[in-house]
């Protein structure tokens, strides 16, 4: 697995060696050593060396690239350099994987920010996709080197694009998460800021369904090779609030509204029909019983009494 140290690689190496798999875990830091089971192996590296990559994933029956340098909001002035660190690491292990021995690439693209400004909501697979952050164009261009390399050089893969993924061991300082975020600063008891008038809308996904997703989405062979990861449901940033807050037992937390910004679509809810008419997948975890496991397993990481 590629990119294994973060949220979502944890939760998915912790998923695949629940299954008895034997885990090669590698990413260029490990935000929580104590996590993975026996059955995880962990390196440290960096994955823009060929020789690195071609040691890991030969002969592997199945790669997780789950690797980003980017988030949504980057800002324009970092586009160059997050194309080279989004989208170098991808290039290399695809040419990796056409000389030696892969089963399959399993790659976690973004449902949330691929296709752009949707022209309705739910948004299935067959949409048009127009991203306007620089992250969603690195997603979208990993997609299509992918397909390149299934037509050209037989490379199998399967890309899953995720709404919005929420869970344990994600974590606010990362910049990646309104739910992560806004769970810190509740409990804290901290203002929240809020770009635009916080009627965003976007759809979360509990990561333990997402990695029930992609334990599937390996062992798939049917035609599609693009599949939506999602709930189904949308939720505005003030109604997100209002529900962590909630949960925590805080009735009034200060919120600032800030200028909005011009990467943010301003409605994103995807249609997951298509997985689970092909795999069978369906989320189990409700958005209620998801956010208490977040917001305990993050109060316990912040030294706060269970709630």
């Known amino acids: 697995m590629l990119g294994a140290g973060g949220f979502f690689g944890v939760n998915l190496c912790r998923g695949l060696a629940a299954q008895g798999a034997q885990v090669t875990a590698i990413g260029r830091v490990l935000n929580y050593p104590n996590a993975f089971p026996e059955n995880v192996r962990w390196t440290s590296a960096e994955l823009d060396d060929r020789n690195v990559l071609r040691h890991a994933v030969d002969g592997a029956d199945f790669v997780f690239y789950l690797l ?7 800002p324009t002035r970092e586009i160059v350099t997050d194309l080279t660190n989004d989208c170098s690491p991808a290039l290399n292990l695809l040419e990796v994987c056409r000389e030696g021995s892969v089963g399959k690439i399993v790659f976690a693209s973004s449902g949330g920010t691929v296709y752009g400004i949707p022209h309705s909501t739910p948004i299935r697979e067959d949409h048009p996709t127009n991203p306007i952050s620089p992250y969603g164009v690195n997603k979208l261009l990993i997609e299509k080197y992918l397909y390149f390399y299934a037509h050209a050089y037989g490379v199998d893969y399967q890309v899953l694009r995720v709404s919005n993924p929420y869970g344990p061991f994600q974590r606010s300082t ?6 992560a ?10 203002p929240i800021d809020i770009w635009g008038d916080g009627g965003t809308v976007r759809d979360y996904i509990y990561i333990e369904d997402v990695v029930d997703a992609f334990l599937l989405a390996a062992l ?3 035609p599609h090779k693009v599949m939506n990861v999602a709930s189904g449901i949308g939720r505005s940033i003030v109604e997100v609030i209002s529900d962590i807050a909630r949960c925590i037992g805080e009735l009034k937390p200060e919120i600032r509204f800030q200028e909005g910004r011009k990467a943010d679509v301003p409605a994103n809810v995807l249609d997951a029909s298509l997985i689970a008419n092909e795999t069978g997948w369906r989320p189990k975890i409700c958005w209620k019983q998801g956010l208490h496991a977040t917001v305990a397993f993050n109060a316990r990481q912040d030294g706060f009494k269970a709630l």
Do not use: D, M, N, W
Request: net charge positive; charged share 25%.
């Open 181 to 190: 975020e806004v769970i810190h600063r509740v409990l804290h008891r901290k």
């Open 220 to 222: 798939y062979s049917g």
């Open 174 to 179: 990362k910049r990646q998460g309104l739910v």
């Open 68 to 74: 980003s340098a980017s988030v949504p909001g980057t």
